[in-house]
Structure formats: C-alpha cells, structure tokens
C-alpha cells in the first residue's frame, strides 16, 4: 500500500485559517454615538449675577449598538463628564450651559433663561435689583390677581377693609389712574399668606430676609437712607439721609388702616412672617429718619409688598 505523507502547507493553512476566524469573532468596541439632556436642572429661570445651580440635570449617553445608560449630575466627574460653564458659577450674560464627555470629546447643551427683568403674570414688569447675596424687585408689587390666575378680591370700602380675615387689595386713596404705576398696590397680609402673590420663582421676604437686608446695609441706623429714593420728588422734606445707594428705590406709598394715610411719609413692607394670630411684621422707613424700624401691625392694613427670589 503506498503510505500517505504528512503535507505541513495544510498545516499552516488550518492555523491561518482558525486565528482569521477568531479574529473575525472578536465583538467591534461600542463607541459612544451622542450625548443628550434628559433631565434639565431643577433651576432653569435665572437673573443677572445669579449662581448656577446643576443640581437635578440628567443626560443621556447613546452607544451605537443601541443602548443608553443615565448619568445624574452628581455622578459627572467619576466618568469624567464636565461642564460650561462650572456648577456654582456667576452667571451674568451666558445661558448656554455646555455638558462635554471628556474621554470623547462629544458634547450638548441647554439654554437657560436669563433676565434682568421680572414680570408678573399680568405681564407688569419689575427691575431686579441685587443687594448683597439676594435678588429683590427694583419697585413694588402692583398684581392684581395670583401668580395661579385668580384675581385678588378689590376692596375699596373702608369700614369692610379694616374688618376684613380674606385676601385683598387696593390702590391708594382707591385711586389706579393717579398711584399704581409709582406705588404700587397695597395688600393686606391675609393676601401675603396665600403664598401666591409673588410671581413664581420669588416669594415674601421674612422678618429674617428683612434683617439680612438691613445688616449688609450697615444696620437700622442707616439702611432706611441706603434703602430710599434720594431727594423729595416722591418723599417728604427732609427725606433724611436717602440716597438710594442699595438701588431699592423705596418710595413713600403710604397705607391703609380704616382710612388711607402717610402717603409721602413713609413706606411699609410686609414680612411672612407673623407676630401672633392678629398681626405680622412689617419694615418701615419714613422721611425724618435714614432708620429703619420694624414695628408688628394688624393683618387687616394694607402696606406695599416687594418680593425677593426663592
């Protein structure tokens, strides 16, 4: 029988063969194909020189085998994801906020609303004055109606006005033509508490919020001074020591008790915050003095309201 041999090309052949096979096996890396928003920021409506707050953002990462993975904001630098601007800070004129995957350079973005300009859900418009670390209305508040739509009860009569336990507002000496545009409304404190009066993002300062405002400015001795319009424009004679250095623009809206009063003499704010079941706080500046004062008065008056940002 003639004896077969051994050819070793069939060898070498089988080996190529098997490795090219293998190699063909091998899976192809997963690239990443985008990157996307999926949560925007709890915080999305923002003002001049305010802090830019991340927290609540989620984005979505899209591989080209078709799958996505989440990655909440907290979880960015440990798979290396950075963003820009930085979380925490100044915003001051941009709004479009950069998120860049590192390792691929791949990136998204948002925009973010950014204002110098506060308006109200009657479309009324308000400066944003910053004072400090805080952002406050430049004038004071004139709604008619919660930033849910609902109108805040007119109440003209003064004998139902003083007697009244419900929300409600009114012009001064019931008077829209001749006072709102410069002062505002006035509104009693039962409307402060419905948490609804200050546009949405903005709220009614507390006793504390008042107090902070009042100790960067150099404290009660002379904050009324930084606090009101300069000259006698609006204010009494002498109008002592405005000069309106904080930008808040007080003016002298005077009040409503049973009878309307101290207009040109002095201006009223409320404070949230309640003394007892009859009466709440309220910061006063008035035309003799650059203090200011904080007296409690019954919930039923009405005094001007500024707002001051959540």
């Known amino acids: 029988m003639r004896e077969k041999k051994f050819n070793p ?46 927290s609540g953002l989620v984005i979505t990462l899209a591989f080209d085998n078709g799958q996505t993975e989440n990655i909440i904001y907290s979880d960015f630098e440990n798979r290396d994801i950075s963003t820009s601007p930085e979380n925490g800070s100044i915003l001051s004129e941009s709004t479009d906020i950069k998120v860049i995957h590192n390792p691929t350079g791949k990136i998204t973005s948002f925009f973010i609303t950014l204002s110098s300009v506060l308006v ?11 004072i400090g670390n805080q952002l406050w209305m430049g004038e004071n508040l004139k709604t008619t109606k919660n930033n849910d ?6 109440e003209e009569n003064d004998i139902a006005w003083n007697t009244l336990s419900t929300s409600a507002f009114c012009w001064f000496d019931n008077n829209k033509a001749m006072y709102s545009d410069t002062y505002g409304a006035l509104y009693n404190w039962h409307a402060v508490n419905t948490n609804k009066l200050c546009p949405k993002g903005w709220h009614i300062p507390t006793d504390e919020e008042w107090i902070a405002l009042v100790d960067f400015l150099g404290g009660e001795e002379v904050a009324g001074g930084k606090l009101k319009e300069s000259g006698t424009s609006h204010w009494n004679s002498p109008n002592e020591g405005a000069n309106n250095s904080s930008g808040f623009t007080a003016l002298p809206g005077g009040c409503r008790s049973d009878l309307f009063h101290s207009l040109g003499d002095g201006g009223r704010w409320w ?16 035309y003799i003095y650059a203090s200011t004062f904080w007296y409690n008065y019954t919930k039923s008056h009405g005094y001007s309201v500024r707002c001051i940002r959540d």
Do not use: H, R
Not at 12 to 18: A, P
Not at 149 to 154: H, K
């Open 9 to 54: 090309t069939f060898l070498v052949i089988g080996i190529l063969f098997i490795l090219m096979s293998c190699e063909n096996d091998d899976p192809k890396p997963i690239e990443l194909s985008s990157i996307s928003v999926k949560t925007p920021p709890i915080k999305v409506e923002y003002y001049m020189s305010e802090v830019l707050d991340l």
């Open 271 to 286: 404070s949230s915050t309640q003394f007892d079941d009859a009466n709440a706080w309220v910061l006063s500046v008035n």
């Open 149 to 154: 739509g609902t109108s805040i009860p007119l």
């Open 120 to 130: 109200d859900i009657e479309g009324n418009t308000y400066s944003i004055v910053k």
